[in-house]
């Protein structure tokens, strides 16, 4: 390990130093008269401190510090009362101090990451664990104890280096070891999380909830080495060990959509939600796989009852529009999906998806139509995608001048697909421009023929 | 909590197929199109191996600093994670990438300056080199034995501050076969010398010889190999030379007439790109692209050319110039005898119907 000195701790010990002689005024008090008076104060700061009058403790405990400046106790607590009012530069100094006079004492140090953290000073705060690390590398449960801090502060390269301390150190409890398993899986060195969760699910004296939580992070780090099958079987062993953890089922039915086992997916979400009736957490993913697998009105129904409990879940929207529009009921679908404009005004081309809703319909109201599309158009200016359907429109209503004028810009904004090609063929014949016509169609089989090539990015 | 949260939480945002780990050697690349933006995402990244990727367990990972040191150390991935990092935008090229080639990819790269980690080592007056090694192994030639990957790099070069041992790539951890946990980076160079998987930091005066750099044949492979009067002259590949490459249309592509965005990427190890120019009649006329300029030199410029071909075939070609004044030849220098620096114009037939 890097045997570096932090050159910031020295310079703060001496600008604290000399701080603290400033501060204090001239003693008369003899040296029992001193120590009784520390002792009162001590107290009267725990006290100010445990009602949580910050400023009284940072006022007793440096009254304190004046009478004994080589107290790490003193400093220390000087220190953690100045954190708590706010001061932090000042609490740095003080804690700074504690861990110079009493080095061999955790307490500072793991109050200057606090400290460090609530300034945003990540440097510092790096400073420190490596001095930590320096000092008390084989202190598992100081690593620990700062790795759970961290992860608390979603500080997670450094939680995940405190975590790898604490079990380099001690081996690390069942919670630390999840901790580090569940980082080393974010992070993807999935061998080492697969070997602390699979330890921590298979350790038999641990309440059943820690075991699922371990083996969901197993079947997590097992699918992302590839190995579906494990990891099937330790998210079903998740759900054996404890059937009310909602985030089980979930990661089950994901691997399966992954695996385009819908009907699987579809199973253990309705078992999950057998479990935990009042979960909302399963419903997007149970309509939209009954949805898949074809089961129609089970899966509009499963989105209705979510979107009556959370109605701000736009997927459910999408889900239920597409499983309107895969059973013909154009109407409904453009109602669905004019309910999600009016839940969420700004949801991209939301009016666009109503506007093609609404052509399907049989007979379409072709003004109401453009209607939308004008809608469309104030969110998206130069979308291909209106401009052809736009350009759908006139042509139903015998416009073809007009329809020509849009669908030629449509293929300008994105000359690599094919529709609008064809549909101005359409137009072009009906305006009695056969070469027009012909030259669109070979245009179209020139975009067909290059097969799955991406689309070109138009110049606007 | 919605199913992107838990994935969030639980990492496995992390399932990838980048993320899978292989037994062989691998060699990918993927259609520069497919990048959005100027950064290339991890699961499209290049991968060039030479040997197979190692299993490597973050708990007993170590990187060893020793060699021509005064006092050597290693260090785990804990104390690389706590030890001052610093994130630098930059291109990685595969120096046999074809002069078409996608084995080219961009990122930002987050890591600890090498000077750093030498400071407290306390390198030798003398010290010339640093090899790199890495955990992977194999033999590089039939004869030679199985040893470390390793490459031998200019102290100089070593010392810059942009010069890195990564572990983060576009604020993610390395996927296993970029190198995870660690791999050395040197931005501005061909990517062989940013050795992947990195495990030992060896400082060597210019005569050390003992190393598996040369062990290994190493030092037999990426030369650049010049024919000249008096025989070839052989000379250490290292800054990439001044490319461009066309991301869209494909090779071969058949275009309908109309207005086209025809867009690439080029960058260069000497200088930021100051322009790019795009021909369609092979190369006898050119015409100035968009250049998304940046005064960051490590990293690729990405440019775009609007076109309104008329049916025809044409011979497309583009071609970049970085900030010293270095420009993409238009063919390759017919006294190189190697097969490195494949930095020439090439020529993409397109027909417009």
Redesign the interface.
């Known amino acids: 390990m890097c045997a570096r000195v932090s050159g910031l701790a020295a310079a703060t010990l001496f600008v604290c130093a000399t701080g603290f002689g400033a501060e204090c005024p001239p003693q008369a008090l003899t040296p029992q008269e001193a120590a009784t008076r520390l002792k009162q104060l001590d107290a009267a700061a725990q006290s100010e401190m445990r009602q949580r009058q910050y400023a009284e403790a940072v006022r007793d405990y440096r009254e304190a510090s004046c009478l004994a400046p080589d107290s790490a106790p003193v400093l220390y607590g000087l220190g953690v009362a100045e954190a708590a009012s706010g001061d932090f530069l000042a609490a740095r100094k003080s804690l700074a101090l504690a861990d110079h006079l009493q080095p061999s004492n955790v307490l500072p140090l793991a109050m200057l990451v606090r400290v460090n953290f609530s300034m945003g000073d990540i440097e510092s705060l790096k400073a420190t664990l490596r001095d930590a690390a320096r000092r008390f590398p084989t202190d598992g449960s100081l690593h620990a104890g700062l790795a759970e801090f961290l992860v608390q502060n979603k500080l997670f390269d450094l939680a995940l280096a405190e975590s790898l301390r604490a079990r380099t150190a001690s081996g690390g409890n069942a919670g630390s070891r999840m901790e580090l398993a569940v980082l080393e899986n974010t992070v993807g060195a999935y061998d080492d999380a697969i070997r602390n969760a699979v330890g921590v699910e298979r350790q038999a004296g641990l309440p059943e909830a820690v075991r699922a939580s371990a083996a969901g992070v197993a079947g997590l780090s097992y699918e992302s080495t590839g190995q579906r099958e494990d990891a099937i079987a330790h998210l079903r062993e998740a759900i054996r060990l404890d059937p009310l953890q909602e985030n089980s089922y979930l990661a089950l039915a994901f691997l399966f959509e992954k695996a385009q086992r819908y009907g699987d997916a579809v199973d253990i979400l309705q078992e999950g939600r057998r479990k935990l009736p009042r979960s909302t957490a399963l419903l997007l993913p149970l309509g939209s796989n009954l949805v898949r697998t074809e089961q129609y009105q089970a899966g509009i129904e499963v989105l209705r009852d979510l979107l009556r409990q959370s109605p701000d879940e736009p997927d459910a929207y999408l889900r239920m529009a597409d499983a309107y529009r895969k059973t013909d009921r154009p109407k409904q679908e453009a109602g669905i999906l004019r309910e999600l404009a009016q839940r969420k005004a700004d949801y991209p081309m939301i009016h666009l998806l109503i506007a093609r809703a609404m052509l399907n319909a049989d007979p379409a109201d072709f003004p109401a139509v453009l209607e939308e599309l004008s809608l469309a158009e104030k969110s998206a200016p130069s979308d291909a995608g209106v401009l052809y359907l736009r350009g759908k429109t006139y042509a139903a209503l015998n416009r073809y001048d007009e329809s020509a004028a849009v669908l030629e810009r449509a293929i300008e904004l994105n000359p690599m697909d094919a529709s609008p090609y064809y549909q101005l063929a359409l137009v072009y014949k009906k305006l009695g421009k056969v070469e027009q016509a012909r030259q669109a169609l070979g245009r179209m089989l020139v975009v067909k023929g290059n097969g799955s090539q991406p689309e070109s990015r138009g110049v606007n | ?3 992107r949260q ?2 969030l ?8 197929p980048s ?3 292989a037994s062989e050697a691998q060699n990918l690349a993927y259609p520069l ?2 990048i959005q933006g100027t950064l290339t995402s991890p699961d499209l990244f290049f991968v060039r191996d030479h040997f197979s990727e190692p ?1 490597l ?3 007993t990972w170590q990187l060893r600093i020793e060699g021509r040191v005064a ?1 050597p ?7 690389l ?4 990092s610093k994130k630098v935008e930059a291109v990685l090229e595969c120096s046999g990438n074809a002069a078409n080639g996608s084995a080219a990819s961009n990122g930002i790269w987050e890591g600890v300056p090498i000077s750093y ?1 030498l400071e ?1 080592a306390g390198i030798d007056r003398e010290a010339a080199f640093i090899a790199f090694e890495g955990a992977d192994t194999g033999r590089l030639f039939q004869n030679s034995p199985s040893l470390a990957y390793a490459q031998l790099v200019p102290l100089e070069k070593c010392l810059d501050a942009s010069s890195l041992v990564a572990f983060k790539l576009n604020d ?5 076969r970029n190198g ?2 660690a791999r050395a980076l040197f931005p501005g160079w061909y990517a062989m010398d940013s050795v992947k998987w990195v495990r030992r930091i060896m400082v060597l005066n210019s005569g050390d010889r003992q190393c598996g750099f040369y062990q290994s044949g190493m030092d037999r492979v990426y030369n650049r190999v010049v024919r000249t009067d008096d025989g070839p002259r052989i000379t250490r590949l290292s800054a990439i030379q001044v490319k461009s490459v066309i991301a ?3 090779d071969k ?9 025809v ?1 690439g990427f080029a960058w260069s190890g000497g200088g930021a790109i100051r322009e790019v120019a795009v021909s369609i009649d092979g190369g006898r006329t050119w015409n100035p692209a968009q250049v998304q300029t940046s005064t960051d030199r490590f990293r690729w410029a990405r440019w775009s050319y ?1 076109w ?1 071909p008329s049916p025809g075939d044409y011979v497309m070609m583009s071609r970049a110039t970085d900030s010293q004044g270095s420009q993409q030849p238009v063919q390759r220098d017919k006294t190189r005898k190697d097969i490195y620096e494949l930095n020439w114009c090439a020529p993409l037939q397109c027909n417009v ?1």
């Open positions: 909590m919605t199913r838990l994935f939480l639980s990492g496995a945002g992390a399932i990838l993320a899978l780990s199109r497919e299993q367990s973050l708990e006092h150390y290693q260090l785990g991935f804990s104390d994670l706590e030890l001052p980690l407290p993610l951890y390395l996927p296993r995870f946990p869209w249309p494909s592509m058949n275009l309908p007439a109309g207005r086209h965005l867009w609007a309104n119907r």
